[in-house]
């Protein structure tokens, strides 16, 4: 079934420790996206890739870093952990043009202790 | 700033109809977008209008008023089902999504 997989599901992780959050599409879209989502608050961008070989930073992505080395991959890497950055990370994917919906993984939860 | 203004909840009876508004004030639009998201899932897509009007989609609707900055969402004959969050998001002047908090929608019986 195409769509996007996102690893792990889950993951409690001390502070400090690096950490990185897999995506994978089969769509062949072009357009990438990490965001993270806090109770009360909208989805915030992170990071996002236009095209295989390109990333953007978005709202919060401070402590964050990408890289789309193909169309199909979209890694988000946590260099060294801290509590705020506890939240359930989603990845999107859209064919490319803005006005194009998002298609979204089942999310990643990190609590970071 | 921009920011994209949804009531935090709301509750309705199966077999209704709801109204789920949102007002934003963004650098720019592009298109406005609604989401269903249910606990512990993802965001799904539901709608998108780009022009003034009402979008129509089986039983959700969606309408938007561009000189308002104002949008609903419109569900009929509510089903246990549509218990979710619906998420409001704006597409700006630089074709970036801005969301909003979302909509908590409670069905009762």
């Known amino acids: 079934i195409a769509g996007i997989t996102q690893a792990p599901t889950s993951q409690i992780l001390a502070a400090g420790r690096r950490m990185t959050l897999r995506c994978t599409q089969d769509?062949?879209?072009?357009?990438m996206y990490w965001y993270r989502q806090d109770l009360g608050l909208g989805l915030r961008l992170i990071h996002y890739?236009?095209?295989?070989?390109?990333?953007g930073k978005g709202e919060v992505p401070d402590g964050y870093s990408v890289s789309r080395a193909n169309t199909d991959d979209f890694p988000l890497t946590l260099a060294s952990a801290v509590p705020s950055q506890t939240s359930v990370y989603f990845c999107a994917s859209s064919p490319g043009g803005g006005n194009q919906p998002q298609h979204f993984g089942d999310g990643t939860r990190l609590s970071i202790l | 700033g921009q920011n994209i203004d949804q009531p935090t909840e709301m509750t309705a009876t199966e077999g209704a109809i709801v109204q789920i508004n949102c007002t934003y004030q963004t650098s720019g639009f592009n298109g406005l977008f609604w989401y269903q998201q249910h606990a512990g899932e993802a965001p799904t897509f539901l709608s998108y209008?780009?022009l003034d009007g009402l979008e129509e989609k089986g039983r959700f609707s969606s309408f938007l008023s561009r000189s308002k900055g104002y949008s609903y969402l419109l569900l009929k004959e509510l089903q246990m089902k549509d218990s979710a969050s619906y998420l409001c998001a704006v597409l700006d002047s630089n074709y970036q999504l801005i969301w909003g908090a979302g909509t908590k929608l409670i069905i009762k019986p």
């Open positions: 769509m062949r879209h072009n357009a």
């Open positions: 890739s236009n095209t295989a070989g390109t990333t």
């Open positions: 209008n780009v």
